[in-house]
């Protein structure tokens, strides 16, 4: 190859070092023979079982010399550590993504619109989830082969391998496909053939989770606005094709751009005849680099749009007949003739599946009820997916508060914290104790119980003379502006995702950036979607007098625009294990 190509290390979020390749643009040091600086970076994701090793001819063959090239080694695979074929999780590896990408931007100055994603198979999967759920603004995203749905040909294979899991716990499954199954290529054939660094494992609870993002991520679609080119191979033996053209349809992007490639195997960017993808995407590139970024109009998305759509479904009665509406009715008597014997359920009736005393009952986790089948109840009612990410989210808030109060610190401010929605004040009184030092929080919420619950815990607490709770509407801009000593943080969570409207979000944020200063933080909460979300709209109840409990998702670009809109600059982002709760941390730009 013409370019060199630098062998590096990153670190991810867990402390591990993965191991990635970097291809710098020809004379992007400024020695004469190219670009003093790059135009872009291509950031590739390798196909399940491979390497970075095996994308190097990307590099060489697609031709682009304005742009430098990086492609990693996954967890697990290559010269990466871990288990071969194994991660701690899916959404831990949509994580590595995250750091990757943020890695490259802080040591080689790449801004989020100069970068390209390129993945393949699983590695486009990865690179999809995290679109969705991270919402990065790059500059555009190609997708080959998509693994959307693996062709595994054992009747009820998927089922097995969960079952399996439940009896067994992890374990792995090789691979079946071999080499010529792959590409046409007798190069590419006898170099996978000979490779040692393949890894013909796949750990179950990966492969298992690669089905199940898949499905959410084709689901809501219409949430991912970067600008994409799927890249359809004719002859697929591994994967699915109908899935790749379910999730391109539904892509709301008017840039994007999908190509079949009759007679193509699996490794779309290995094939014999791959001249014709590389044509087609330097095309792509080339015409997304010579427009502007693509800003997708999301100011309206609360009233039209994906996630409006589905919230008014969520408004809409259920015909009579359906048998949805018989399941539903007999939930909603099941509760009401047996959900008190449950203290979580109970509480929930009395004052609203979504109220402060709820989510503190969540926070303690601790199952109780009326008799033994109450607590058994409780237990389940405790350990649904929504309150175990609720759960999570306690704990990654908690998390960004410590980064965001380090930083401050590190600039010689003083941590003055204001929540615009406390609660009862568990999660926020947990997180302050667990920071060295500050000076004030100031704790609000609109609910005079929740205030008295809160203030109450303060002075438990003997945090008297440094926080105290105070009655306030999280949406009244004014107020918010008024609040005295000034933020220098504050923390929103739990509460923008139980309003569908964005005219109150758009007044509580601008609320605060009133409030903090330039160079001040925020940390706040999303839900870009939730797997119970039908259920709980039809069975549950809201502490808005007892309404239905219906929620609109927003969308993790939605969320982040009406953030920057206010004056924030997003830093960095965390999720749970299902991506139903995301945690952003964000710095007040002048």
């Known amino acids: 190859?013409?370019?060199?190509?630098?062998?590096?290390?990153?670190?991810?979020?867990?402390?591990?070092?993965?191991?990635?390749?970097?291809?710098?643009?020809?004379?992007?040091?400024?020695?004469?023979?190219?670009?003093?600086?790059?135009?872009?970076?291509?950031?590739?994701?390798?196909?399940?079982?491979?390497?970075?090793?095996?994308?190097?001819?990307?590099?060489?063959?697609?031709?682009?010399?304005?742009?430098?090239?990086?492609?990693?080694?996954?967890?697990?695979?290559?010269?990466?550590?871990?288990?071969?074929?194994?991660?701690?999780?899916?959404?831990?590896?949509?994580?590595?993504?995250d750091d990757f990408v943020r890695h490259i931007r802080a040591t080689y100055g790449f801004e989020m619109e100069q970068i390209v994603v390129l993945g393949q198979s699983v590695g486009a999967v990865l690179a999809a989830t995290w679109a969705h759920d991270y919402a990065p603004p790059v500059r555009a995203m190609i997708l080959a082969s998509p693994a959307f749905s693996v062709k595994l040909y054992v009747p009820f294979a998927r089922q097995g391998i969960k079952l399996l899991m439940r009896l067994f716990g992890n374990f792995f499954v090789s691979s079946y496909v071999k080499a010529k199954f792959l590409t046409h290529d007798p190069e590419r054939i006898a170099s996978f053939d000979a490779d040692p660094l393949i890894t013909r494992a796949i750990s179950a609870r990966i492969l298992t989770a690669l089905y199940d993002n898949a499905e959410r991520i084709i689901a809501d679609a219409g949430a991912i606005t970067i600008p994409t080119q799927l890249l359809v191979s004719g002859d697929d033996w591994v994967v699915r094709h109908h899935p790749q053209h379910v999730f391109f349809n539904r892509l709301p992007c008017p840039e994007n751009e999908r190509h079949v490639l009759p007679g193509f195997y699996h490794d779309t960017l290995g094939e014999k005849d791959r001249g014709r993808a590389f044509t087609a995407i330097r095309s792509f590139i080339e015409r997304i680099f010579a427009m502007p970024p693509y800003k997708p109009n999301l100011t309206a998305a609360d009233k039209e749009g994906p996630s409006a759509r589905a919230a008014k479904w969520l408004q809409t009665p259920l015909p009579v007949r359906s048998p949805?509406?018989?399941?539903?009715?007999?939930?909603?008597?099941?509760?009401?003739?047996?959900?008190?014997?449950?203290?979580?359920?109970?509480?929930?009736?009395?004052?609203?599946?979504?109220?402060?005393?709820?989510?503190?009952?969540?926070?303690?986790?601790?199952?109780?009820?009326?008799?033994?089948?109450?607590?058994?109840?409780?237990?389940?009612?405790?350990?649904?997916?929504?309150?175990?990410?609720?759960?999570?989210?306690?704990?990654?808030?908690?998390?960004?508060?410590?980064?965001?109060?380090?930083?401050?610190?590190?600039?010689?401010?003083?941590?003055?914290?204001?929540?615009?929605?406390?609660?009862?004040?568990?999660?926020?009184?947990?997180?302050?104790?667990?920071?060295?030092?500050?000076?004030?929080?100031?704790?609000?919420?609109?609910?005079?119980?929740?205030?008295?619950?809160?203030?109450?815990?303060?002075?438990?607490?003997?945090?008297?003379?440094?926080?105290?709770?105070?009655?306030?509407?999280?949406?009244?801009?004014?107020?918010?502006?008024?609040?005295?000593?000034?933020?220098?943080?504050?923390?929103?969570?739990?509460?923008?995702?139980?309003?569908?409207?964005?005219?109150?979000?758009?007044?509580?944020?601008?609320?605060?950036?009133?409030?903090?200063?330039?160079?001040?933080?925020?940390?706040?909460?999303?839900?870009?979607?939730?797997?119970?979300?039908?259920?709980?709209?039809?069975?549950?109840?809201?502490?808005?007098?007892?309404?239905?409990?219906?929620?609109?998702?927003?969308?993790?670009?939605?969320m982040d625009l009406l953030v920057a809109e206010a004056g924030f600059e997003k830093i960095t982002q965390r999720c749970d294990e299902q991506a139903i709760f995301t945690v952003g941390l964000a710095r007040r730009i002048a």
């Open 324 to 558: 949805k509406a018989w399941a539903f009715a007999a939930a909603r008597a099941g509760i009401a003739r047996f959900g008190d014997w449950s203290d979580g359920i109970r509480l929930g009736r009395n004052t609203g599946f979504d109220s402060g005393g709820t989510l503190d009952y969540v926070y303690r986790n601790r199952a109780g009820g009326a008799n033994a089948v109450g607590r058994f109840m409780d237990r389940l009612y405790l350990d649904s997916p929504g309150w175990t990410g609720i759960r999570t989210r306690k704990i990654l808030v908690e998390e960004l508060i410590a980064l965001a109060a380090e930083a401050l610190r590190a600039k010689g401010v003083s941590v003055r914290l204001l929540d615009v929605a406390a609660g009862h004040g568990r999660y926020i009184l947990d997180a302050l104790a667990a920071l060295p030092e500050w000076e004030y929080a100031v704790l609000r919420d609109y609910s005079p119980l929740n205030v008295e619950a809160g203030a109450k815990a303060i002075v438990e607490r003997g945090l008297a003379d440094k926080a105290e709770f105070r009655h306030g509407d999280a949406f009244d801009e004014e107020s918010l502006a008024a609040v005295s000593p000034t933020p220098t943080l504050a923390v929103v969570s739990g509460l923008y995702e139980l309003f569908p409207a964005n005219a109150q979000i758009r007044a509580s944020l601008a609320g605060i950036a009133r409030a903090v200063p330039p160079g001040g933080y925020l940390v706040y909460t999303n839900q870009p979607w939730h797997p119970q979300l039908e259920f709980i709209a039809r069975v549950l109840t809201s502490h808005r007098d007892g309404d239905p409990w219906v929620m609109r998702c927003r969308s993790q670009a939605e």
């Open 1 to 97: 190859m013409s370019r060199p190509c630098l062998e590096k290390e990153f670190a991810v979020s867990d402390g591990s070092k993965l191991f990635y390749r970097h291809w710098p643009a020809p004379g992007a040091e400024g020695d004469g023979t190219g670009p003093a600086r790059p135009r872009g970076a291509v950031v590739m994701f390798h196909r399940g079982h491979e390497h970075s090793g095996r994308t190097a001819h990307i590099v060489e063959e697609l031709g682009l010399e304005d742009f430098s090239f990086f492609a990693w080694d996954a967890r697990g695979h290559g010269r990466s550590p871990g288990r071969r074929g194994d991660s701690p999780s899916f959404a831990v590896s949509v994580r590595d993504v």
